[in-house]
């Protein structure tokens, strides 16, 4: 069994009754069922009528975590752990970085192929065209505390953006779908530098719309006096490169939450603010922070035994490390890695961090404890050298994140909004907790 995203599976092993799939045998009534296998997938709600009699609930399947259950079809994205694949529409994440650029994967990924010379320049204009945001925004996003972390005014902006856009709540309307897919690729890095410049008390930058996607974002986070903010184009691309990087890796914590939410026909806002959240946590998109911070701590090679010795014993994880589907080298990883020099050089810049990091990786995977685990540096190990290098403070680095996961969660909404099998999301439960119990008084507990 591998851990690739599934698709195919099936083989010619046959039921008693000549279906392709399961034949079950329940040891309880003795009945025997034939659970039909399609797509390497059994349908958790086939289980249901294996049942001990008549009054029986039937069969739950039991899966935290979502370890082994399929939630959807999805056409987005492909991933096969065991060997290292990413793609996204079946194009390999290496020739997007080498080739494309993050508005483009956006458009490849939500509107499922490459776009057309003439679609790509519409679809950068659009999104060029959409960039400001409401002047209440602004005034809303000031009123935070001023040590407020960014990611916080981050997810409470895209939620707020639900308001200015009431329309977008007619989810039906392709039209609305089109338009909120826009405004949230456009508007993000907007919200996301206003909550960088709100953390550090400084005043926001409007949008240069003569400046591509990326940098117009550092224009907005690092412009100051000069009258026009000329970005570096190796930054500038590194910033695009990372951000093609992040755009989408099918149902992991935040896109899941995206499908939750938006099953309930929610606004797209509001399913979106729901990614933001899944994504702030430091074992999701927050890893990034939490691998600096733990470099930082190490503090120097000397002490990364001692730190490894710490992770064995379970005190702590090696943050940037592991992936619930990868069981090889994260590719994410290794482009982002061949990165790092790169903006360094541009930004002129030494990392004390990258030596640590370094060592600890190669530390790691000399290691049986991680090599037995399958645990490789994941897309969150250097990322944040490179934001580190951008003067990036380290509690953005999950804003950094969010912005382009942004067409990836539209990618997921839309093609969920599109599939016949769709219904609100609603998990069972496995009750464990008293029954028919009494109300007591408080003045007799
Ligand atoms: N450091 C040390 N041990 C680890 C680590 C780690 N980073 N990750 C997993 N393990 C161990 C874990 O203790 C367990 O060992 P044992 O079998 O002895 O109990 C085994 O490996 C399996 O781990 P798990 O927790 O069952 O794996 P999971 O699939 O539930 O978790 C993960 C995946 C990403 C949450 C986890 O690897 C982790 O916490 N990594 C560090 C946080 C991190 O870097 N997150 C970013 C993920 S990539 C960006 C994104 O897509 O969000």
Not at 395 to 407: C, L, Q
Request: net charge negative; glycine share 6%; hydrophobic share 35%.
């Amino acid at each position: 069994m591998t851990g690739d995203t599934h698709g195919a599976g099936d083989t010619e092993a046959t039921t008693a009754n000549g279906k392709k799939g399961l034949t079950v045998t329940d040891n309880r009534t003795g009945k025997t069922y034939d659970i039909e296998i399609t797509d390497g997938t059994v349908r958790a709600m086939d289980f249901r009528e294996i049942k001990v009699d008549e009054e029986d609930f039937g069969l739950m399947t039991y899966d935290p975590g979502f370890s082994n259950t399929a939630s959807c079809r999805s056409a987005i994205t492909y991933i096969d752990g065991e060997k290292g694949i990413l793609q996204h529409r079946g194009i390999p994440i290496e020739q997007l970085c080498e080739h494309s650029s993050y508005l483009e994967v956006a458009y490849l990924l939500i509107y499922g192929e490459l776009p057309t010379e003439d679609q790509l320049s519409k679809w950068v204009y659009e999104i060029t065209h959409h960039t400001y945001v409401h002047e209440n925004m602004k005034s809303f996003m000031q009123n935070f505390r001023y040590d407020a972390p960014p990611m916080g005014t981050l997810l409470s902006a895209v939620g707020a953006l639900s308001t200015f856009y009431p329309e977008a709540q007619d989810i039906s309307d392709e039209h609305q779908r089109h338009m909120a897919a826009v405004r949230l690729i456009a508007k993000m890095p907007t919200l996301a530098a206003f909550a960088y410049r709100s953390s550090l008390g400084l005043p926001f930058v409007y949008p240069d719309n003569e400046l591509s996607y990326a940098g117009n974002f550092l224009s907005m986070l690092f412009k100051m006096a000069e009258p026009r903010y000329e970005p570096d184009p190796r930054l500038e691309r590194a910033l695009d490169i990372l951000f093609i990087l992040h755009a989408d890796h099918e149902q992991n914590c935040s896109a899941a939450a995206v499908r939750v939410v938006g099953s309930s026909l929610v606004d797209p806002y509001s399913a979106i603010a729901a990614g933001v959240a899944g994504l702030y946590g430091p074992l999701h998109g927050g890893a990034n922070v939490a691998v600096l911070k733990m470099l930082q701590r190490i503090g120097s090679t000397d002490n990364i035994p001692d730190f490894l010795e710490g992770v064995k014993k379970g005190d702590e994880r090696l943050m940037g490390f592991g992936h619930r589907v990868y069981k090889n080298y994260d590719p994410r990883a290794r482009i982002i890695r061949s990165h790092v020099d790169e903006v360094l050089e541009a930004t002129n810049k030494e990392s004390p961090w990258l030596d640590i990091a370094i060592e600890l990786e190669k530390r790691a995977l000399d290691d049986e404890y991680f090599t037995d685990r399958k645990l490789y540096p994941n897309v969150d190990f250097y990322s944040g050298l490179i934001y580190e290098a951008l003067d990036i403070p380290t509690d953005a680095f999950t804003v950094m994140f969010a912005i382009p996961r942004t067409s990836g969660w539209i990618a997921q909404w839309l093609e969920m909004h599109h599939d016949e099998e769709l219904r609100i999301a609603r998990p069972r439960q496995i009750y464990t907790g008293a029954r028919d119990a009494d109300y007591v008084p408080a003045s007799e507990r």
